[in-house]
């Protein structure tokens, strides 16, 4: 069974400019959810959608926004991406809601110069 | 206040031994789920393992389990016969169910694990 995949796993931009992560979670989870990891914030939650729906929203600024599609694919999108936007943005996967497990993919590693 | 502390920045385990990390945390939700992540340099988050707040047992699986002390809120993580592929950052992270389907992960700060040869 194919885990969560990340796209793309590795990415440079400049401030300013606008990004677009992709995940695919894992066949049959309903679930994505999103969170930034920082060395200095450590890992914070972004969002979490459920069937296509926003359920939860952590406390960033609206230049970060995402999306669920009917296949349970999500995106995120970073607007006007400034330094401190350097991250690695992770995504998670689970079956239904509040079910045990959680998985994550490998992330996508964000360099903003 | 935060709600999951790991108070081991690092730690330094000699090949073959077991290792504790130490995870306390705090809610008032009695509905809620602990998870252990281990997260190599490679950057992505490996599920270990969970416990649920109503589990009468604490929850193994294989070489890791977790001391859940539901009234002290602490959730140890224990590896027995540590290797030197357990050489990672281990982050403790809480999910509270007060909201119905709610996913959000709280997370600790995280360990850094290194086994020594």
């Known amino acids: 069974k194919a885990g969560v995949t990340q796209t793309p796993r590795y990415l440079i931009k400049t401030r300013g400019q606008q990004v677009t992560l992709s995940c695919s979670p894992i066949?049959?989870?309903?679930?994505v959810s999103w969170y930034q990891q920082t060395p200095g914030q450590g890992l914070q939650f972004l969002f979490e959608y459920f069937s296509e729906t926003q359920r939860n929203k952590g406390n960033f600024p609206g230049r970060f926004s995402g999306r669920q599609f009917s296949n349970s694919r999500s995106e995120m999108n970073v607007s006007t991406l400034e330094l401190g936007d350097s991250a690695l943005y992770l995504c998670?996967?689970?079956?239904?809601?509040?079910?045990?497990?959680?998985?994550f993919g490998e992330g996508s590693r964000l360099t903003v110069l | 206040a935060q709600k999951i502390t790991q108070t081991q920045p690092g730690m330094f385990v000699q090949e073959k031994e077991a290792v504790t990390l130490d995870c306390t945390y705090d809610t008032s939700d009695p509905s809620y789920g602990l998870f252990w992540y281990k997260q190599p340099s490679s950057g992505e988050m490996i599920f270990l393992i969970y416990?649920?707040?109503?589990?009468?047992q604490n929850a193994t699986e294989g070489r890791y389990s977790l001391n859940f002390q539901k009234a002290r809120k602490s959730a140890n993580l224990v590896i027995s016969a540590s290797q030197l592929g357990d050489s990672a950052m281990y982050f403790c992270?809480?999910?509270?169910?007060?909201?119905?389907?709610?996913?959000?992960?709280?997370f600790g700060t995280g360990t850094r694990l290194t086994i020594i040869p």
């Open positions: 416990q649920g707040s109503y589990d009468q």
């Open positions: 066949s049959g989870h309903r679930s």
């Open positions: 992270a809480m999910r509270e169910n007060s909201n119905f389907g709610n996913e959000k992960l709280t």
């Open positions: 998670a996967s689970s079956p239904t809601q509040n079910t045990g497990e959680l998985f």
